[in-house]
DNA sequence: AGCAAAACCACAACATATTGTGATATGGAT
DNA sequence: ATCCATATCACAATATGTTGTGGTTTTGCT
């Protein structure tokens, strides 16, 4: 789970509900710019802005032990 | 789950594992400062530090559809 | 109580995220 | 091809995270 694979589930999530980026980051309080790079996969967002994005969504976090990669075996 | 959630879980795993706040954050190579707030859930930390921690941790971060929650009903 | 390790705090310097503005590019529909 | 909504980009100003240093507190153990 990198930036890139949490800016994708973003994406797709927010257009299953269909709203548009302005709509979602007036929603979320956050700015557009903002929005817009971390579903680029290109920010580093703080975990505030992330989980606040997530919240808005009706996406929540989870921390997990590692599970087992097949890819990398 | 949220910043003092976080904290908690790495603060445990970390204890899990045996190693002290300096060990961890020279593996991670993040700032004992940073760790230490992260811990105490009084940071509000950037994606890449949180992911970094977790990731030397053996952990992962995951992202779902919101649960119930039934306290909350 | 006394000791040593671990955890926490305060500060300043630095790095980076966030924001609004305004402009440009892309996409889908007619 | 044209139109319009959507998405992306560039920039400067501001806010905030990160870090090292040094000191203080807390914890665990005998």
């Known amino acids: 789970m990198d930036?890139?694979?949490?800016?994708?589930?973003i994406k797709k999530r927010r257009k299953h509900l269909g709203v548009?980026?302005?709509t979602l980051s007036?929603?979320?309080g956050i700015g557009l710019n903002t929005l817009v790079a971390i579903e680029r996969g290109e920010g580093n967002?703080?975990?505030s802005t992330l989980l606040t994005i997530l919240d808005?969504?009706?996406?929540?976090m989870d921390i997990?032990?590692?599970?087992?990669?097949?890819?990398t075996m």
């Open 3 to 9: 930036a890139k694979e949490i800016g994708t589930i």
């Open 20 to 22: 548009n980026q302005q």
């Open 26 to 28: 007036d929603l979320a």
């Open 45 to 47: 967002p703080q975990l």
């Open 56 to 60: 808005t969504l009706g996406l929540q």
């Open 64 to 71: 997990n032990l590692k599970t087992l990669d097949y890819e």
